[in-house]
């Protein structure tokens, strides 16, 4: 009996083995890209860092005086200084003039932010509201102007 066990865990460590290493393979060969990292590009880091560190309700990760990341568990939203930015690829960004783009961030309570960030945000783009899909949402701007959408899933009665 016991060349049996002996056998099956054999087989078992065998067939985990395998998994493992096909899961590990595949992610090296990954068919599509991953967003894992949103960069808002600013001329005031360490302004629109406070900010999100205020309305995030964390501690950003800086990496010298002009990169910061807030990591929120899905990506990562960071924070680069525009004369470094000019520095590393000049020409290639504009400083808070985005106007097509929305950080979308999933929340407990819409209604409940709503009223934490009032002292903290100055532009309120839509008060809470539900949408026709379900969801409530409500957007505002940063300092840089971008546009933010905290949402919550639909209520379930």
Not at 72 to 101: H, M
Not at 118 to 126: R, S
Request: aromatic share 10%; with cysteine.
């Amino acid at each position: 009996m016991s060349g049996l066990k002996l056998l099956l865990g054999f087989i078992l460590f065998g067939a985990l083995t395998l998994a493992v290493g096909l899961r590990l393979g595949a992610n090296e060969s990954q068919p599509t890209p991953i967003l894992t990292n949103t960069c808002l590009i600013t001329t005031n880091a360490s302004r629109l860092v406070h900010f999100y560190e205020n309305v995030l309700g964390m501690k950003a990760h800086w990496s010298g005086e002009q990169y910061a990341e807030l990591r929120t568990g899905v990506g990562v939203l960071a924070i680069f200084s525009a004369d470094a930015q000019e520095k590393y690829i000049p020409g290639s960004a504009n400083a808070a003039s985005n106007r097509s783009t929305i950080l979308e961030f999933k929340v407990a309570d819409v209604d409940h932010e709503y009223a934490r960030l009032q002292p903290l945000v100055t532009i309120w783009v839509k008060k809470p509201t539900t949408q026709p899909w379900g969801t409530r949402s409500m957007y505002f701007r940063d300092p840089d102007g971008n546009l933010v959408d905290f949402y919550m899933a639909r209520r379930t009665q």
